[in-house]
């Protein structure tokens, strides 16, 4: 069938009308969120929510009851957005009837009212701002309705939407035409007019790239409101490579206050353009090291433990109405610039998550109704390196000890030492010593006595993996004069069993004590200064070079012996050793329980931490331990033989004593009763019929 041409009839020339345009974009800004809102109150599209309902008569009347005069055929669409009214008089879709309809919604009992009504509010800005607005957002969601439901939507499924039979077929064959699927291209056309008109002209553009393509069938012109929003895209496009490239050549030639206006220019029309910002920062981070600058044009910055606080002077003119955006980037490296705050009302900001062991940057960037209303200030390089917290010293025996917190992000720390006294290594007054040291500690020894100084800095990595070190922070301390340690205890029994001999070498500074110790055990070579003052001492006696006691520790008792030196108020501690004499076993009671079993009662023979029981009958026998638990859950169970048998209970002193011998304890297990007789057999019926047949047969 012949295509219908301009001034011939379709019904003279038996051609077909021309398809309709459709359009290529909504041509609405927030259509998604409007969309997803009249699906959530059960509508298809935006005319069902223009078709409020009618408002219920006052009373009942015989004419409200009368069939219609006109039938309800649908809407139109293609040629303006339509309504049947009464008489069969169409009715177009203005502001008047946008109003009418929200006043049918705001007085209808639907539970939808309000929000229908509130939605016809958003219909009627639309159609404030474009007469065909309405027409066009109707037409884009009645495609899309057919193109979703298959590829070739017919005229039933156009008219099932609602559109009138006359247009319905027509529209039916334009969506299958080539009316873009759901996909990317259709939701760049829907979110096209979020973005644009606006200053995000790189985010335009990437959405004008993934539009739809021209439709498959021709002869209709392109949807001029979509054209409006690419062409507008392109020229600002345009525009902006033009100023950044006079920028790029004004900075070429050391012209920086020519190259900031122009990447400033560019950043006002594509403020999304990383290019322009890159470009303005460089160049003002340049004019920023101008020593010509002026002063309240600068922006200060000071460090302060993990924090950078930033002060400037508002611009010229500057009043309530102006903010300030702020940026970090390392130096020389303007393309990685983060935000730090926006929307900043005073001449002052704090960072608190800057980056330590690099130059970093900061740039003021002030703006007035989300434009940018200057040239942005930048600051000098900024380096952060914390500094150490919580830095003590403390005297130690030979040296002295320091503590402290250093920052989580150092990567070394280091630590010099001066002071006015000489040691044996012939370091003087003028000599700067670097100690080895932990992250956190460092223990100096030994030191000569005197007055020492300590200097601790951390170290940082920068981007090339070397250390920037922060500035130090000292601290004073004094070493003192310690007596040197007791390098060894022994320990001799004498032979009656009962006593020891404790015996050792004096130190080579201070006096040597033996102390009974009650704290917890101390590694030799600790500050017990505060511990020995009050604390009983063992007499001892000295032999030439030896210093000895003697002890008799009664049974019952434990005793850990500490060997102190003492010089002064300062002392020291040394070797130690445990000296046991566990008591003796209580009466020891042995039954049997079975004849491999037997069950042994005794007290516990404190201080021994095991007990070791053994038996035996001549000629086989056995050993087991019990522990000080065991004992006290209740009687001890023992595996033994049916013989008569010698049980022995021997107290073990712990691995680390020197134990005094005590006396085991024995007892007697008689032996196993013998087993019973076996009973006789029981007689049975068939037994005692045989053994008289025998008899008789006998």
């Not at 702020?326 to 490296?333: E, I």
């Not at 500074?509 to 505060?530: C, I, K, M, Q, R």
Request: glycine content about 8%.
């Amino acid at each position: 069938m012949a295509v219908l041409r301009p001034g011939e009839h379709p019904k003279a020339s038996g051609g077909r009308p021309p398809l309709p345009t459709l359009p290529h974009c909504p041509g609405l800004r927030g259509y998604v969120p409007l969309h997803e809102a009249v699906r959530q109150l059960s509508f298809r599209h935006a005319a069902d929510v223009l078709r409020a309902p009618a408002p219920a008569p006052a009373h009942d009347s015989v004419f409200g009851t009368l069939p219609r005069a006109v039938t309800d055929d649908g809407f139109r669409v293609l040629d303006g957005l339509w309504f049947p009214g009464r008489g069969g008089i169409w009715q177009r879709v203005d502001l008047a009837f946008v109003r009418q309809a929200r006043g049918r919604w705001l007085s209808s009992s639907d539970p939808r009212a309000d929000t229908a009504a509130a939605l016809v509010d958003t219909l009627e800005t639309l159609i404030r701002d474009d007469a065909m607005g309405l027409r066009q957002l109707v037409l884009w969601e009645l495609c899309c309705l057919l193109r979703d439901g298959g590829e070739r939507p017919g005229e039933a499924e156009a008219a099932a939407l609602g559109v009138h039979r006359g247009e319905a077929g027509l529209l039916a064959a334009a969506v299958s035409a080539g009316f873009p699927a759901t996909g990317p291209a259709r939701h760049a056309a829907e979110t096209l007019n979020d973005v644009w008109p606006g200053v995000r002209l790189r985010e335009a553009e990437r959405v004008v790239a993934r539009l739809p393509r021209a439709s498959a069938y021709a002869d209709g012109p392109a949807d001029h409101r979509l054209a409006a929003l690419v062409d507008a895209v392109r020229a600002r496009s345009a525009e902006v490579a033009r100023l950044a490239g006079e920028g790029a050549a004004a900075e070429a030639t050391g012209a920086l206050r020519t190259a900031a206006v122009a990447w400033l220019g560019a950043l006002r029309l594509a403020r999304d353009d990383a290019d322009a910002q890159t470009g303005l920062l460089r160049v003002t981070a340049l004019l920023a090291d101008d020593p010509f600058v002026p002063t309240d044009a600068r922006v200060t910055a000071v460090t302060d433990d993990r924090d950078v606080r930033l002060s400037w002077c508002a611009p010229p003119g500057g009043g309530r109405d102006v903010t300030y955006r702020v940026l970090r980037f390392p130096d020389g490296a303007p393309h990685l610039a983060v935000e730090t705050a926006a929307g900043e009302r005073g001449p002052a900001s704090v960072d608190t998550a800057a980056p330590v062991g690099r130059a970093l940057r900061y740039a003021v960037v002030p703006l007035r109704r989300d434009r940018i209303a200057g040239v942005p200030r930048v600051t000098a390089p900024v380096l952060l390196t914390p500094v150490v917290t919580e830095l003590t010293a403390a005297v130690v025996p030979g040296g002295v000890r320091l503590d402290w917190r250093p920052d989580p992000a150092a990567a070394e720390v280091r630590v010099t030492r001066s002071g006015a006294a000489a040691d044996a290594t012939g370091w003087g007054g003028s000599s700067l010593v670097r100690v080895p040291c932990a992250h956190d500690r460092v223990v100096d020894v030994p030191l000569a006595p005197g007055a020492y100084s300590y200097e601790v800095r951390c170290g940082y990595r920068d981007p090339d993996g070397d250390l920037v070190w922060s500035r130090g922070v000292t601290v004073t301390a004094h070493a003192e004069r310690w007596p040197s340690p007791v390098e060894e205890l022994t320990v001799r029994r004498h032979t009656d069993g009962e006593r020891v001999t404790i015996v050792w070498r004096p130190p080579a500074l201070g006096d040597g004590l033996l102390l009974p110790w009650t704290a917890g055990p101390v590694e030799p070579g600790t500050d017990v200064s505060a511990l020995v003052g009050d604390a009983d001492r063992i007499p001892a006696t000295v032999n030439g070079t030896e210093s000895s006691a003697e002890l008799t520790p009664r049974p019952e008792q434990r005793l850990r012996l500490t060997a102190v030196s003492v010089l002064g108020d300062r002392a020291v501690s040394g070797p130690s050793v445990v000296v046991e004499r566990p008591a003796a076993i209580g009466p020891l009671e042995a039954a049997r329980t079975g004849a491999d079993r037997a069950v042994l009662r005794f007290a516990w023979p404190e201080p021994a931490v095991l007990v070791r029981l053994a038996w035996t009958d001549g000629q086989r026998g056995g050993e087991q331990r019990v522990a000080r638990s065991t004992h006290r859950a209740g009687p001890v169970e023992l595996a033994v033989s049916a013989e008569e048998c010698v049980i022995t209970a021997t107290p073990l002193p712990r691995p680390d004593a020197v134990a005094i011998d005590t006396a085991p304890a024995r007892a007697v297990l008689p032996a196993a009763p013998p087993p019973p007789p076996p009973a006789p057999p029981v007689p049975t019926r068939w037994g005692t019929w045989w053994r008289r047949w025998r008899r008789w047969r006998s």
